[in-house]
Each structure stands twice: as C-alpha cells, then as structure tokens.
C-alpha cells in the first residue's frame, strides 16, 4: 500500500503529516515555513510524489455552526493549487475542527513547553487531521 500525507494550512506554516505504508498509523513529517501558496504546494508535490502517495488530506477549518469563513476558502484556493500539481492524486478536503486543541493538549501531556509546543503544533495538528480521517476511511 502507498501512504496518506496529511497537511494543516496555516499562515506562516504548513504541517505535515504521513501515513504509515498499511495506511492505520498517522506520524508527524515536518513543518514548512510558507513563503507563498505556490512554495508549499510545490514541496508537498515534491513530498506526495517522493512517498508515493496516494491521496492528499488537507484540513480544512469550519465555524462552529459547520459553515466555511475565511481561512476556510483561503485552504479550498490552496487546495485547487496543490490539485494541479500532484495530477491525479487525489485532494480530499477533511473537517479539522478542534485539531489545534488536540495537538496542544498532546504536545502538553508529552511535557513540551510553551515554547516548543508553539513549534512543533503545526505538524502535530497535520497528524491529528490525517489520524481522524485514517481512523474512518481506512480500518
């Protein structure tokens, strides 16, 4: 089986995530630092097509009444970006609400302080994202 890779959309970063090769199992795979849409895209295709993914799961950020704001056609217009680049490989768009809170929840019971947790968030909430969305489509 190939792998999943996971992304949380953020202004300044982009976390990622991967799958584990049988697709149960979401682990943390870095941050990049988002210079432009164009850069981040291009290093996740670069990412999607060294790990021989496929799908790509990027979350996507609703208001708590379920409606899209903002940030959320910020991540669609990021989504249509990184579509044409990777081709055939599919863009699925996943709710990420309360991932944010998961990931500091998680990187404050690993014991990470403040400031590392601010650090290493993104990629951890790339995880948390990709985990909810294996957990469902792929056991």
Excluded at 55 to 74: C, H, W
Aim: proline share 2%.
């Amino acid at each position: 089986m190939s792998r999943i890779v996971g992304v949380d959309f953020g202004e300044r970063r982009v976390g990622i995530a991967v799958s584990d090769p049988t697709g149960l199992i979401a682990r943390t795979a870095g941050i990049i630092e988002r210079r432009s849409d164009q850069q981040a895209a291009e290093h996740i295709a670069r990412l999607v097509q060294d790990w021989n993914a496929e799908a790509v799961v990027v979350g996507l950020p609703l208001n708590a009444d379920g409606s899209e704001g903002f940030q959320a056609r910020r991540v669609r217009r990021f989504a249509s970006l990184l579509q044409e680049m990777v081709g055939e490989c599919p863009i699925i768009l996943w709710d990420e609400s309360l991932s944010s809170i998961e990931a500091r929840d998680l990187l404050t019971e690993r014991g990470k302080s403040s400031r590392r947790r601010r650090r290493h968030h993104d990629d951890v909430a790339a995880a948390v994202i990709l985990q909810s969305y294996l957990d469902i489509h792929c056991r």
